[in-house]
């Protein structure tokens, strides 16, 4: 969705960078959550952002969102082959009508 | 720790036909949803049920209809199968809708052609 924005689209990184994904949203809102796409494995819930500033980590991925609570960055430290995936942002927002929207995703590749 | 579980996983249909998309959850979620995810245009929200015994329109519903049949279950059925619609098909649910931190999870998705 244009109302979020992920990127990049893609990233190829040699295993063992650090890395960042970001999302954008022209809207604050509500509450920000990453997902970590494989093939054939559908959508698996990574994390949930609520408040401006907030930070959460789970092993080696830390989630941000921003005071204004319009923009996320998900960074992955060291990175491995099993790292590799799509992530996806998404978003809801209830400025007027309650709304729940996901990025286009950023597909990513760690060289072994 | 079945949480969403959606069938068939894949399945090529011939223009013109008709299947339906099942899917149950086992979290006591209210809401549940049906999204496609397409290359480019990222996941597109098709129907959703904020809760039990209600249905409603997403973004993309044309072409599908759906059926809350009970707190658990909600299928999505094509009436007419159109290469339009080949497409991974996602299903979801959640606590609530409407809610902040309304969290979705979703099913592994199934993959359907339409020749």
């Known amino acids: 969705s244009q109302e979020l924005e992920q990127s990049p689209q893609s990233l190829i990184v040699q295993e063992g960078k650090n890395l960042t994904i970001n999302c954008t949203s022209s809207k604050t809102l509500y509450g920000l959550y990453w997902y970590k796409q494989k093939y054939g494995e559908g959508l698996i819930f990574l994390m949930m952002?609520?408040?401006?500033?907030e930070e959460k980590s789970h092993e080696k991925i830390t989630a941000k969102l921003d005071e204004k609570k319009q923009q996320s960055s998900l960074h992955i430290t060291a990175s491995q082959p099993s790292h590799a995936g799509i992530y996806l942002c998404?978003?809801?927002?209830?400025?007027?009508?309650?709304?729940?929207?996901f990025g286009t995703g950023t597909r990513l590749k760690v060289l072994a | 720790n079945a949480g969403v579980t959606q069938t068939p996983k894949f399945q090529v249909l011939k223009t013109g036909q008709s299947m339906t998309l099942q899917c149950a959850q086992d979290m006591n979620h209210n809401s549940m949803y049906w999204y496609r995810q397409d290359p480019g245009m990222g996941l597109r929200l098709i129907y959703y049920?904020?809760?039990?015994?209600?249905?409603d329109k997403g973004e993309v519903p044309n072409g599908y209809n759906v059926s809350r049949l009970n707190k658990r279950e909600f299928s999505l059925r094509l009436e007419s199968a159109a290469p339009s619609q080949t497409s991974v098909y996602f299903c979801?649910?959640?606590?609530?809708?409407?809610?902040?931190?309304?969290?979705?999870?979703f099913g592994e998705g199934s993959w359907l052609t339409v020749v």
């Open positions: 049920s904020a809760s039990e015994g209600t249905t």
């Open positions: 998404g978003a809801d927002f209830a400025s007027g009508t309650y709304k729940y929207i």
């Open positions: 952002l609520q408040k401006g500033g």
């Open positions: 979801a649910s959640s606590e609530a809708w409407g809610s902040a931190g309304n969290t979705i999870y």
